[in-house]
């Protein structure tokens, strides 16, 4: 009997009906997942990618928001040049600089200025946009290449007056940094984030630009992206449990995400795809500077303008979920307190006393930021605070020579008297801060940089700099295999860094442990996976991943293609791939953007010394001279270059002068010492040696050279010695211990 016979008819109806449901009920399920059934809100979010509609779309909605941003340096960041928006005096005013005359005046109710072109010429200019507000102006102009160009000379809207942004240097009418070159180009530089929906444009085949945007300002959708879905969805759509379309940028949003999204705009980075679409991560489209000399101090205070973001990863605050808008207005952009009364929305009232700050109460001294926020001038007359929110340490500064606040303040006294004053108040324990190990790694302490390194409790950008710094050692095998281990860390920053790492190293031991990374879901990880595998020249044509990346990267390429820089990396990648008259020719290009770039100068000297164009090769070199005289590199090169062509006299002359001045080369030193043993100046060569050794003392070559040097002038003594150093850090070295065995 079967197991249905059991029960009745009536039940047994029940029963297969249910079953019959049920089944009826899982088909109907299973093919809504197939078919990926959504929402009819989701639908509609799905239907058209969402364009620009302009701030007059937000207006009726967002009323509040609007009046808070209309007037803010994000509405005023950029203007078409009328009487309502010139701030300076064009009264036929003169203003002059290092023996240039600037000449501001008005005609047919337009601006002007008379001042030099890139050949030292004067030419009337015609002002097109006013750029910024407050505490200086710029102006633009627009040449006929579709560049639009920044004046170097701004207007003080505090002094009311002209001054110069860069008045303590010698500008070469034809220089990168003076107002017709690349730097003062609004296109290149500044564009993207002083207006809405920006696109760059540029054509590197004709050296144009056709540069567009949808709004000229920081206008809503350059921080909320592109609004056409949000604003249909409110307007036509009457399901109200429907979700609506999310933007780019809303309060929900997680700390580090917002950050993220102010990050694009406040940091000092380089831009790797040709237009920011609102999508993916900051990194998919930015690669931010590291804590490094000049951007920044050795311990990661501000030097150069960093733009915030690379100060404020730093910090304890964004290790703690505390954001931007935690301290700022989002659309006025101003602060949401007054004073201390700002720290003390998070601070106990404790520290906003004289036993915590031993200054008199509402003087500069007693104010937070003054101690935690210190700041520098840039661009003439900005003064823009530090947002690393550090603890003041003169106890470095004593050690390593790095600014304090209490010096920037005290500045009649010494490091030594404001480190004993802090010991006094405040006890000599210090809490185990990042800027320690940055410090004594930049002073020779490899140790310090690999412990920083692999403690994640440090901000990410912390590490990656001192992986970075690591790795520009010279590292053992074991060192090698240990930065490893950082191809998969949780950071991308230093996940990026240790892919660069093995490019620097160019070792082609670590192909599989770098292949994975061509996937990564970050795209600053995947490019730098692509340049390592191209310098180790690395066959990958039948990788998609690879192709996939590398495609991505070539955009990275073409997008900074009106950079010296870009165009220098250009010529490095065709090198690799061993197109050198590609090379060549974006080298050249480099120059043409750049006259005073020297990397492509000096790679171009070596190009075309390859190519049996020695003359040629010679007055790259002697150029790099000229302009840099304190360059090593370029005597380096120049000495090995005479060594080739058998002038003994100039390589001997050129390597000396190498070994005299920064950066410190171990090679110059090495090969300076070989030269010299072959010329029988065997003394000389070890009194070389000797100053190199100052600065690598456990370097395995140079103490080759010396104990060669000591064995020639029979120098048994002090051979043994140094052979017996060689024996400590190669032990297994067999010719060292026959040597040794000799000496004895």
Avoid at 38 to 47: A, M, V, Y
Wanted: aromatic share 12%; with cysteine.
């Amino acid at each position: 009997m079967s197991f249905l016979k059991t029960f009745d008819c009536k039940k047994n109806n029940l029963y297969l009906k249910k079953v019959y449901y049920i089944l009826i009920i899982f088909f109907l399920v299973y093919a809504c997942k197939k078919n990926e059934y959504q929402p009819k809100s989701d639908i509609l979010q799905k239907t058209e990618h969402a364009k620009f509609v302009g701030k007059e779309a937000c207006i009726e909605c967002h009323k509040l928001e609007y009046d808070s941003w209309n007037g803010s340096h994000h509405e005023q960041a950029m203007k078409i040049a009328d009487s309502t928006t010139i701030l300076g005096d064009f009264n036929n005013k003169t203003f002059e600089h290092k023996g240039v005359k600037n000449t501001f005046f008005k005609r047919e109710n337009s601006f002007y200025v008379n001042t030099a072109d890139k050949n030292g010429d004067y030419r009337d200019y015609k002002i097109v946009y006013t750029f910024g507000v407050t505490p200086l102006q710029q102006y633009i102009v627009k040449f006929p290449d579709g560049a639009y160009q920044c004046l170097v000379t701004a207007w003080d809207t505090e002094k009311n007056k002209w001054f110069h942004l860069q008045p303590n240097l010698e500008l070469a009418h034809d220089e990168w940094i003076n107002w017709t070159g690349g730097a003062m180009r609004w296109n290149t530089a500044c564009a993207d984030c002083h207006s809405t929906n920006l696109e760059k444009n540029f054509d590197s085949k004709t050296n144009t630009f056709n540069t567009t945007f949808s709004e000229i300002n920081v206008s809503c959708e350059a921080c909320h992206g592109p609004a056409s879905n949000h604003v249909s969805f409110y307007k036509n759509y009457d399901n109200k449990d429907a979700v609506p379309p999310k933007l780019h940028m809303s309060k929900s949003l997680p700390q580090k995400s917002l950050v993220e999204k102010c990050a694009r705009c406040h940091s000092r980075r380089g831009q790797i795809t040709k237009k920011f679409d609102y999508e993916g991560h900051f990194l998919d489209h930015y690669n931010p500077s590291l804590l490094i000399d000049p951007i920044y101090e050795l311990d990661g205070q501000i030097k150069d303008e960093d733009y915030v973001y690379g100060s404020f990863m730093q910090s304890k605050m964004y290790q703690n979920n505390v954001t931007c808008t935690d301290c700022h207005d989002a659309h006025s952009l101003k602060l949401k307190k007054t004073g201390n009364n700002l720290c003390l929305s998070c601070h106990e009232p404790k520290y906003d006393s004289k036993s915590h700050h031993y200054h008199q109460a509402n003087t500069e001294g007693s104010q937070c930021i003054n101690c935690h926020m210190t700041g520098k001038v840039y661009m003439g007359n900005d003064f823009r605070r530090d947002h690393s929110f550090r603890v003041p340490r003169p106890d470095q500064s004593v050690k390593y020579g790095t600014p304090n606040a209490c010096n920037g303040c005290h500045k009649d006294k010494t490091p030594e008297w404001a480190s004993e004053f802090i010991n006094s108040k405040y006890g000599t324990k210090r809490p185990d801060h990042f800027s320690n190990y940055l410090l004594e790694g930049a002073h020779g302490n490899h140790d310090a940089l690999y412990t920083l390194l692999s403690q994640d409790k440090f901000p990410e950008i912390a590490r990656a700099t001192a992986l970075y710094l690591y790795t520009n050692n010279q590292l053992s095998y074991k060192e090698i295999n240990d930065v490893r281990k950082f191809l998969k860390d949780s950071s991308i920053l230093v996940r990026h860094e240790a892919v660069r790492s093995f490019e620097k190293i160019g070792d082609q031991n670590y192909h599989a442990d770098i292949e994975p990374l061509l996937k990564d879901s970050i795209r600053l990880v995947r490019t730098s996976a692509v340049k390592y595998f191209n310098s180790i020249g690395a066959n990958m044509s039948s990788n998609s991943d690879f192709k996939k990346a590398e495609e991505e990267y070539l955009e990275e390429l073409d997008m900074n293609a009106d950079f010296a820089t870009g165009q220098h990396h250009i010529a490095i990648y065709n090198e690799m791939k061993g197109r050198t008259d590609l090379a060549i020719e974006a080298y050249r290009k480099s120059l043409e953007i750049d006259n005073r770039y020297n990397l492509s100068r000096m790679n171009l000297a070596l190009l075309v010394y390859k190519q049996g164009n020695i003359e040629e090769a010679k007055e790259l070199y002697l150029k790099v001279i000229e302009l840099e005289p304190e360059y090593s590199n370029s005597y380096y090169m120049l000495g090995l270059l005479f060594n080739e062509i058998g002038d003994t006299k100039n390589a001997l002359k050129y390597l000396d002068e190498s070994c005299k001045r920064e950066p410190v080369n171990i090679r110059a030193f090495y090969n300076y010492a070989l030269k010299l043993q072959g010329e029988n100046l065997n003394q000389k060569s070890i009194e070389i040696i000797n100053k190199a050794l100052g600065f690598f003392p456990e370097n395995e070559n140079l103490l080759y050279v010396k104990l060669i040097g000591e064995i020639n002038l029979k120098q048994n003594d002090k051979a043994y010695i140094t052979c017996s150093k060689l024996i400590q850090i190669a032990p297994s070295n067999a010719n060292y211990k026959q040597i040794l065995e000799s000496l004895k």
